[in-house]
């Protein structure tokens, strides 16, 4: 799942519920990065998940997305993860990887509850 763009954060609950139920009516696993996307913006606005055009994303937001889908992937939480990165500090790593695992296991037990 995409997240939106930067200056149409109101259309995240479009994407998500497009990828929903196209994930309901195929079978499949849906990645929620968007719904991470939101949440860290939403409660840490010192994160910047956006590159300079306001859709793609910046060091951060690749790393929330590769968080979540190693998440729903692996079935494992990320926090605690030793990886370095530059650009990127201890305590935005471990923000990041916090919102994803708590993103995926909600979508987990969403799944469970629906299937």
Partial sequence: MTWSRQLEPQNQKLISDAYDTIGVELDAIVVPVGVAWQQAIAK?????????????????????????????????????????????NAKDLTTLQNIAWRVASSQRKTISTTR
């Fill in 44 to 88: 840490h606005q010192d994160l910047n998940l956006y590159d300079k055009d306001g859709s793609h994303p910046s060091l951060a937001g690749s790393y929330l997305a590769a968080c979540v889908f190693f998440c729903v992937l692996y079935n494992e939480n990320p926090v605690g993860i030793n990886s370095e990165f530059i650009g990127l």
